[in-house]
């Protein structure tokens, strides 16, 4: 492998990429597949994931600092309220927009971070899923060109 011949496409990667996630109908047992646009969770990238979880962060610090990585340590309530945070700036600031939902009308549900947020807290493991997605920066790969690479 050479180095040097990839990078990431940072304006994609902010955009996001569409991902088609199976989810499971809970009243009918049946996988449906729905389509999720995603954007990169690498903060350093999107800006606007690391604001939210700078913003969010604030008061979890002090519990970070206090137990450090005894996790299992922690309160069960903090870490619930650790978990849910991190749902909420996910559907805030990296979930960007969804297809194949249906509102209680029958037309498409659009997306919000509210509504996003409430889906992802009742199917976390679409969360689990998508999170891993936004991590995999090859998605965000592309070639380098000759002229760029300095050859």
Excluded: H
């Excluded at 389509?35 to 903060?43: I, N, Y």
């Amino acid at each position: 492998m050479k180095i040097g011949q990839t990078r990431i496409n940072q304006d994609r990667a902010r955009a996001g990429d569409w991902i088609e996630v199976e989810v499971v109908n809970p009243e009918t047992k049946i996988g449906e597949t729905k389509k999720f646009k995603v954007a990169c969770l690498d903060p350093a990238i999107n800006v606007n994931y690391q604001t939210t979880v700078l913003k969010s962060g604030k008061k979890f610090r002090a519990v970070s600092q206090a137990f450090g990585d005894k996790i299992e340590e922690m309160p069960e309530k903090v870490r619930i309220e650790m978990t849910d945070t991190s749902i909420r700036n996910f559907a805030e600031s990296v979930l960007l927009d969804w297809e194949g939902f249906e509102g209680d009308d029958g037309k498409p549900l659009k997306y919000t971070s509210d509504v996003g947020y409430l889906f992802l807290k009742e199917f976390p493991e679409v969360y689990y899923a998508l999170k891993d997605r936004a991590e995999d920066l090859d998605r965000f790969r592309e070639k380098v060109r000759e002229a760029d690479a300095g050859n």
